[in-house]
């Protein structure tokens, strides 16, 4: 296994958020929340590619997975030919034929949802003064509420197939969306927490 980071679609992890491993019969991307698993029949190849001003080395992995974004690379220190050396000894051998490659489709989330989200997210912050009695410090509260709002709307989407079937586009999987729904989760989860014990200290005093 080898720590690096990662580019899933739009979302971009830096060292050391992201794990490849690679087995006759698998190849794993694990980066934070979530986890990306090829067969060698989903892998069209395995090619090096540097990021903007080659800041950063990797390769890129050209699947045929369609619930996946089509954009997967795993950034690496180092040659990246060398990991794809690594890759091909430890057996793994892409067999997708190049006409299978997956290419971007389009926004997975429909926009209209996109909108509803941004209304209610600025919305939250809206909420009057006086609603919030003066016993607690209103800065944490309003910080907390739209914070809890993000994370339970990303966990939603990404457990219920319910919501998916309303805020996905046509023909979209919610794993096209994942990493950024995990990343959203992973931001808002301990932010919500420190905001919440200011809070509870606050009161407290």
């Avoid at 971009?12 to 690679?22: E, G, I, N, R």
């Avoid at 990991?83 to 926009?111: C, H, K, N």
Wanted: proline letters at 7%.
């Amino acid at each position: 296994m080898i720590t690096g980071g990662a580019r899933i679609g739009l979302v971009d992890a830096t060292w050391p958020f992201a794990k490849l491993s690679a087995s006759p019969v698998e190849l794993r991307l694990k980066c934070l929340l979530d986890s990306y698993d090829f067969a060698p029949s989903q892998v069209v190849s395995l090619e090096p590619h540097g990021s903007f001003l080659r800041f950063h080395n990797g390769l890129r992995v050209v699947h045929a997975r369609s619930d996946y974004p089509s954009k997967i690379v795993f950034w690496c220190q180092g040659n990246p030919e060398e990991l794809i050396s690594r890759i091909r000894q430890a057996g793994f051998l892409p067999t997708a034929p190049a006409s299978s490659e997956v290419r971007w489709r389009g926004m997975p989330l429909r926009w209209a949802w996109v909108g509803i989200f941004l209304v209610a997210w600025n919305a939250l912050f809206l909420i009057p003064g006086a609603a919030i009695p003066d016993r607690i410090n209103r800065e944490p509260a309003f910080a907390c509420v739209p914070l809890l709002f993000a994370f339970l709307v990303a966990w939603s989407i990404k457990s219920s197939p319910t919501v998916q079937n309303m805020v996905l586009s046509d023909g979209h999987s919610v794993n096209e969306v994942k990493g950024f729904l995990s990343l959203i989760q992973f931001v808002s989860a301990p932010l919500c927490v420190v905001f919440a014990i200011l809070q509870v200290v606050d009161l407290l005093r």
